[in-house]
């Protein structure tokens, strides 16, 4: 089911439109009138592909997760990603908590997802199963964003954090992608270092941005976040939180293997489950839903007291904030590129990061520097 090119573009005008109206409500009307925000009228969709994992890293809470494991039934995934298209879905990330190359047909959920006129389809991986040939299926899927999860090259912190995993192995994965792509004279996927400072070790950053801050096409240095309970990480660094409400309820449905849907991306249990995609269309899930609507009135009103999920986690957190911005501006300023960070969603680094000159000209040049559109799932 490939959409045609008025299809898009129609699909593309109305979801402007919609944004422009949306903004223009909550703007003009919900916040005169004190009404909770309306939410965007399409989410960024985060698929949950698989949530097996072939590591057992010590800042993620995917080890602890008690959930039952399994992969999502590829007619499941055709059915929601054919009707995400039909939506004018724009932004597809394809996992959530798991390593998504497990999944067999993890290439041709890419291809399906281009086909059906996703503009943004993007995985986050750990790199150790980029072999050759899964890296040139790649290449070849149509992936927009290939964010590869690689937070230093000091083998002893690496192999200590990320456990299961080999640096060398990890590396040679790496640059061997950056390689192929370069030789087909590519610019897509475009290739994004995911560095999470699990310590903050500006000489381990360093060493990245040496070997790759001319290889890659950008290098996105995450605050170490607390998801939740269960790793391994002590967080007593973390003061008391000064809530804060979190946005992702407004903007992300997150769909997990057995096709329950979240509007948080740290709800690892599913304890903000607004339905499934088998029982409700996902117009239903996402706007009709008075769990979803239940979720935002509380957060807009700072009462999340009783969403344990939502208490327990950073993206709540005004310290975590301000101290993640803060730290940002540290290490990337001991980069030389302290003035480029523009600040932080949910826990995603906005840096501005200069166009590579090939570069420039894959959407007519139309794209700003920094765009939330281009961030990470
Ligand atoms: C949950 S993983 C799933 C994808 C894949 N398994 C991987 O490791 O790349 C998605 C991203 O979250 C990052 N991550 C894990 N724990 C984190 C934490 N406590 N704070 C911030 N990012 C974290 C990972 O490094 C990875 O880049
Ligand atoms: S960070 Fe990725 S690879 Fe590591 S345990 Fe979490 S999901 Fe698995």
Same mark, same amino acid.
């Given at each position: ?42 989410? =960024? %969709? ?22 039952? /494991? ?13 009707? $995400? ?16 190359? /497990?999944?067999?047909? %993890? ?20 790199? &150790? ?8 299926? $790649?290449?070849?899927?149509?992936? !927009? @964003? ?5 937070? &230093? +090259? ?21 640059? =061997? $992608?950056? !390689? ?20 903050? !070790?500006?000489? @381990? $950053?360093?060493? /990245? ?32 939180? =000064? ?62 007291? &009783? +969403? ?7 993206? &709540?957190?005004?310290? %975590?904030?301000? *101290? ?13 590129? *302290? ?25 007519? *040049? ?6 939330? !559109?281009?961030?990470?799932?």
């Amino acid at each position: 089911m490939t959409a045609s090119r008025p299809a898009r573009l129609w699909r593309r005008a109305r979801r402007g439109i919609n944004k422009r109206w949306t903004r223009l409500y909550n703007n003009q009307v919900a916040r005169r009138l004190g009404r909770v925000p309306k939410a965007t009228r399409v989410p =960024r %969709f985060f698929i949950e592909l698989t949530n097996h994992c072939n590591l057992r890293c010590n800042m993620c809470p995917r080890p602890s997760l008690r959930r039952e /494991l399994g992969h999502m039934d590829w007619e499941l995934y055709c059915d929601i990603i054919d009707r $995400i298209g039909r939506l004018g879905g724009w932004y597809v990330g394809l996992n959530r908590f798991g390593e998504s190359l /497990l999944y067999p047909r %993890f290439v041709d959920a890419v291809r399906r997802a281009k086909e059906v006129g996703v503009n943004q389809v993007v995985v986050v991986t750990n790199a &150790t199963l980029l072999s050759e040939e899964r890296s040139s299926e $790649i290449l070849d899927s149509g992936l !927009d @964003q290939l964010l590869i999860s690689l937070d &230093t +090259l000091d083998r002893a912190t690496y192999e200590a954090n990320r456990r299961g995993a080999k640096l060398d192995q990890v590396v040679a994965n790496v640059d =061997r $992608i950056i !390689d192929m792509r370069r030789q087909r004279g590519a610019v897509r996927p475009r290739i994004i270092l995911n560095s999470v400072m699990v310590q903050e !070790d500006i000489e @381990q $950053i360093r060493a /990245l941005f040496d070997k790759y801050y001319d290889q890659v096409d950008k290098i996105s240095l995450k605050p170490c976040a607390r998801y939740g309970e269960g790793q391994d990480l002590p967080f007593e660094g973390v003061p008391r939180k =000064r809530w804060r409400a979190c946005t992702q309820p407004w903007e992300r449905l997150n769909i997990f293997w057995n096709g329950d849907a979240t509007v948080c991306c740290g709800d690892l249990e599913g304890e903000l489950v607004v339905g499934n995609v088998r029982q409700a269309s996902m117009e239903q899930l996402w706007l009709g839903s008075r769990r979803a609507l239940e979720i935002r009135r509380l957060h807009h009103h700072h009462e999340f007291g &009783t +969403l344990p999920v939502c208490q327990r986690c950073d993206a &709540t957190n005004a310290d %975590f904030f301000e *101290g993640a911005v803060e730290q940002l501006r540290r290490v990337y300023g001991a980069m030389g590129m *302290g003035d480029q960070v523009v600040g932080l969603r949910d826990t995603t680094p906005l840096v501005k990061w200069p166009e590579r000159e090939s570069k420039v000209n894959r959407n007519e *040049g139309r794209k700003p520097a920094v765009e939330a !559109d281009d961030l990470e799932p």
